[in-house]
């Protein structure tokens, strides 16, 4: 029984990007997947965020003699687009900040103060 309730709020925060995020993303066997970074971003904006925004992100990353490099597309659902290209030492830092973009891309713009 205890299994299940410590499985229980990971698989719920996995369908929350998911729900949100088509993600096609291409990387190395050693490097952070797709599933990974929808993980991350759940983890990044925390179990009561919450958004109507939709993406639909295309992304991939490189290995390269100096680095990998990250190439990340996305576009929201009312034709918001963005592109970023990073430099990362590593794949694992390559990843993280495809999340990273991604759940900024998904938080909804502060209000502005009165």
Request: overall charge negative; glycine content about 4%; hydrophobic content about 50%.
């Amino acid at each position: 029984m205890w299994t299940a309730l410590l499985l229980w709020p990971a698989s719920l925060a996995f369908a929350s990007a998911r729900a949100h995020v088509q993600l096609q993303f291409e990387a190395p066997a050693h490097c952070p997947q797709a599933q990974d970074i929808l993980r991350a971003i759940d983890s990044q904006l925390g179990p009561d965020f919450q958004t109507s925004t939709q993406l639909q992100a295309r992304g991939r990353v490189i290995a390269r003699a100096d680095g990998y490099l990250l190439e990340i597309d996305y576009a929201t659902a009312t034709g918001a687009e963005d592109q970023r290209r990073v430099q990362a030492e590593s794949c694992i830092a390559a990843g993280q900040a495809a999340a990273l973009f991604l759940a900024l891309a998904l938080a909804p713009a502060p209000s502005p103060a009165a």
